[in-house]
């Protein structure tokens, strides 16, 4: 039996209420709100994120045998963004790629997954932007998914994959030129006409493939980045009609590469043994694949579901947000920007700088935050060994808030941070109300980008408030 | 093995300190040039009787050639020190290391910083080695303010009298350095305006902080028996300590920003290689580092000069103000002076050289001063990560 051994989402921690567009503007935005990535996120470290809930959600211990990223939004192109998710992951996989950076490519990816041999770790992420007033701006949302696709040998598989089919279709429907922040749209009537015969026609062969009716059908996820055509699909999907589940569009947005992955992952989060799963995605062509979850989902207690997400999300202005986005450029603090980082520092210190593993002293247990060669308890030299810190919680032993520090979004906050069973660091809080932070409070590691500089950018950890 | 010092060993018989301020018409060359000629001409001597320097800049230049070239020296030996926020009085300690070896007969010791150039507020490091972006971002405001909650919390005092003894220290040392032309701020400022000036770093404002400012000083010394050839007020070198920590306190949880451990050490190492066993009684002042209110208030403990967890009340008792019973920054400190790194630390040195010789304004004379003895401290870093320096100066051998 091959399908989704586990899978994970992460939405970003911040919500732009649309109708905050309009009130700015005097035009455009809607009603509902939109995940927006912070500005220390990118679709690397969301697809971290989502590859740390995943993995949590996965047998202990398991490795998968490849990792795929997708994503529209690439945070490097010439360079494979995947090395940094796989490094951050701690993954011993041979093989990191990426699949770019078209939002078909990550339903590709599962896809392709799911039809081929081994293991593999399928993330997905996408920032979606769009011109201040926009359709797109309005109804985009961030955030990533990661879905684990495997067989029995690899662990209990939740929900196993009966089959789908595929169609392609060159049109002009959305597009962006390599360089640009942002996506064109055609005029949406042109592309509901391309998409819905593309639409049945893999709704169709997909069911025969997969041996399932319409009316089994418990779970129908239709997803794309052209709403109109999405919702028009629906309604020729005939008896699976009343079974399409809530898109979450309202509150989180259309996460574009990562739409379909969330989607799936919410639905599998809440699905009941025996039941079929339907995601149609319309993307240049269109893409169905059909599941049926298995009994070992219901021993499956996945951690961080979307649904939780989806619910604690804060507020943010629509001014912060199109800083964040760059749109506006505001002024910061007169300190330096800082310097580009080393690569060959960097490379020295990969296991720390990307999977926060520090170094334990073997007669001591002192742990050490960076790893060092000599204890700060009893001087042993060189008798360390390796200790993973990423998924260790901490408390907060005092902070500050720092006003005139370099930040692309001033202040920020510091903590010192203990870590349960030692360690302590001192390090940058993010996705919090500063103003209720307290001595005491407990904090988990989220993975961030510090800052770009020349081109490269700085990834390391930032603790959060546990969620 | 032992920490020994060079107790009566070496004199200072002359020393210049320039202005510090914003020196916008004045460069690193012409600021060390002024500081090094006043000492000269104090000790009556030309730079070629010099045999050897000592050059202190963290960010005005890297070799000796930070001095000999604007001082066109002749086939000189100049030794380039930096040591963080210790570099001024590195290199005097270098300078009289040296006297006391007897490798040389004189040598002068410059700590110089032009800062102002930068267009940044705060300071701005000239070079840092290329890393891979994992250190610290935060702002030494930043880590001294951590010192303020954690202090009030272990000895229970409330955030408002925090806010008041902060502000004490603040209106002391600019209470003292309005009555110093050589300093950068020279107007008193009331508690009130400190409490209300804008915040910075946690509750730490702008009145808490150090100033920025361009400036240079330099010191002339020479082995302890022919200093009176030169000058019959010499200063003796007591003692001179420096610790560079390990930096441990930022990784280890039993660290709670209350102490700095390495000041204690280079205290302790110091009182010993003076032969000092009451510093409160003994000694008649201290320049100290006073970057940050915070850092004065916990250097006094760490000086032993009261009781740990006690600081805080000899502080809004008057105990450290300049006609109190232990003088602290009569100067009027960083917080009048601003902070040019490499030149603060011989700085302090100059007015402990400047009361020790009576030469001190009348408004700023210290009553205790008859003690003989004045001290000096530097920290460069933050709290758990710094390097230390406690030196005690004289007018007395033995």
Request: charged share 20%; with cysteine; glycine share 12%.
């Amino acid at each position: 039996m091959r399908g989704i051994i586990a899978s994970g989402g992460y939405l970003p921690y911040r919500r732009l209420d649309r109708s905050d567009i309009s009130k700015f503007l005097g035009s455009g935005g809607g009603r509902g709100t939109r995940t927006v990535a912070s500005y220390d996120e990118d679709t690397t470290t969301m697809g971290v994120e989502a590859g740390r809930v995943a993995l949590k959600n996965a047998p202990p211990g398991f490795q998968p045998d490849a990792l795929w990223f997708a994503t529209v939004d690439p945070a490097y192109i010439d360079k494979t963004n995947a090395t940094t998710i796989h490094a951050a992951l701690r993954l011993e996989a041979d093989v990191a790629l990426d699949f770019g950076a078209a939002a078909r490519s990550a339903v590709g990816a599962l896809k392709t997954a799911l039809g081929g041999g081994g293991s593999v770790l399928v993330v997905t992420s996408d920032i979606r932007t769009g011109q201040p007033g926009s359709g797109d701006e309005a109804n985009g949302g961030d955030g990533a998914a990661a879905i684990i696709v495997g067989d029995d040998s690899h662990g209990p598989v939740i929900a196993e994959y009966l089959g789908g089919a595929s169609v392609t279709e060159e049109f002009i429907d959305r597009w962006r030129t390599p360089g640009d922040s942002q996506s064109g749209n055609w005029e949406e009537r042109f592309g509901e006409g391309q998409y819905l015969p593309l639409g049945e026609n893999a709704w169709k062969r997909g069911l025969d493939a997969a041996g399932v009716g319409a009316a089994e059908v418990d779970h129908l996820i239709v997803s794309g980045l052209h709403a109109r055509a999405v919702r028009a699909m629906v309604g020729r999907l005939g008896e699976a009609k009343g079974a399409v589940v809530d898109d979450r569009t309202a509150t989180v947005g259309n996460a574009g590469a990562a739409q379909v992955g969330l989607l799936l992952t919410d639905v599998l989060e809440r699905a009941e043994p025996g039941q079929v799963v339907a995601v149609l995605s319309l993307a240049d062509g269109a893409d169905l694949m059909v599941f049926r979850t298995t009994e070992a989902i219901k021993s499956w207690t996945p951690v961080r579901t979307v649904a939780a997400q989806a619910e604690w999300g804060q507020p943010i202005g629509y001014g912060k947000f199109l800083a964040w986005r760059g749109t506006l450029a505001v002024e910061g603090p007169r300190r330096p920007a800082p310097s580009r980082i080393s690569a060959s520092v960097s490379a020295r210190s990969r296991e720390y700088k990307y999977a926060f593993v520090g170094s334990k002293d073997r007669s001591s247990g002192a742990l050490h935050l960076p790893p060092a060669r000599i204890s700060r308890e009893g001087d042993a030299f060189d008798d360390m060994d390796a200790a993973p810190m990423s998924e260790v919680e901490g408390t907060i032993a005092i902070f500050t808030i720092d006003r005139i520090a370099y930040s692309p979004s001033p202040p920020i906050t510091f903590a010192v941070v203990d870590f349960d069973g030692g360690g302590r660091l001192p390090v940058e809080l993010c996705d919090l109300d500063a103003d209720a932070l307290q001595i005491g409070d407990r904090v988990e590691l989220t993975f961030r980008r510090l800052f770009t500089a020349e081109g490269i950018h700085n990834y390391f950890w930032k603790a959060r408030p546990v969620r | 093995m032992g920490s020994h010092g060079i107790k009566d060993k070496v004199a200072i018989i002359g020393m210049g300190c320039t202005p510090f301020g914003e020196h916008w018409d004045k460069g690193a060359d012409d600021l060390l040039i002024d500081a090094s000629t006043e000492a000269l001409d104090v000790a009556g001597i030309g730079k070629d009787d010099v045999d050897a320097y000592w050059v202190g800049t963290a960010m005005s230049g890297s070799s000796g050639l930070v001095a000999s070239k604007p001082l066109h020296l002749h086939n000189k030996p100049v030794t380039h020190v930096q040591n963080m926020c210790a570099t001024g009085g590195e290199a005097l300690r270098g300078a009289a290391y040296a006297v006391a070896s007897g490798a040389y007969d004189m040598a002068m010791a410059i700590g110089v910083e032009k800062v102002k150039d930068s267009g940044y507020q705060g300071l701005v490091g000239a070079s840092r080695s290329p890393t891979d972006g994992t250190e610290r971002a935060l702002t030494a405001a930043a880590m001294y303010a951590m010192c303020v909650p954690a202090y009030g919390k272990k000895y229970g005092v409330d955030d408002a009298t925090m806010r008041e003894v902060l502000a004490h220290i603040s209106w002391k040392n600019h209470f003292n350095g309005a009555r110093n032309s050589r300093a950068q701020f020279k107007k008193e400022v009331t508690t009130e305006t400190i409490c209300n000036s804008p915040l910075m770093a946690g509750t730490l404002r702008v009145f808490d902080c150090s100033g920025v400012a361009d400036g240079a000083t330099a010191a002339i010394v020479v082995r302890a028996e022919d200093a009176y050839k030169y000058t019959d007020k010499p200063v003796f070198v007591k003692a001179m300590s420096l610790i560079a920590g390990n930096a441990s306190g930022n990784a280890d949880p039993d660290y709670d920003y209350t102490y700095f451990e390495e000041i204690g050490a280079a205290a302790a190492d110091a009182y010993s290689q003076a032969s000092i066993t009451n510093p409160r009684a003994q000694i008649a002042m201290s320049e100290v580092h006073d970057c940050f209110t915070p850092a004065e208030l916990l250097i006094m403990e760490e000086l032993q000069l009261c009781e740990r967890g006690t600081a805080w009340k000899e502080v809004l008792a008057g105990t450290f103000d300049l006609d109190g019973d232990f003088p602290i920054n009569p100067d009027g400190g960083l917080k009048s002076f601003g902070h040019p790194v490499g030149a603060s630390g011989l700085r302090k040195i100059f007015e402990c050289y400047l009361q020790l010789r009576r030469e001190a304004p009348p408004e700023r004379t210290i009553k205790t001063i008859e003690r003989g003895l004045a001290m000096t401290q530097d920290l460069g870093g933050f709290p758990g990560e710094m390097v230390a320096m406690v030196s005690i100066w004289g007018t007395e051998l033995g």
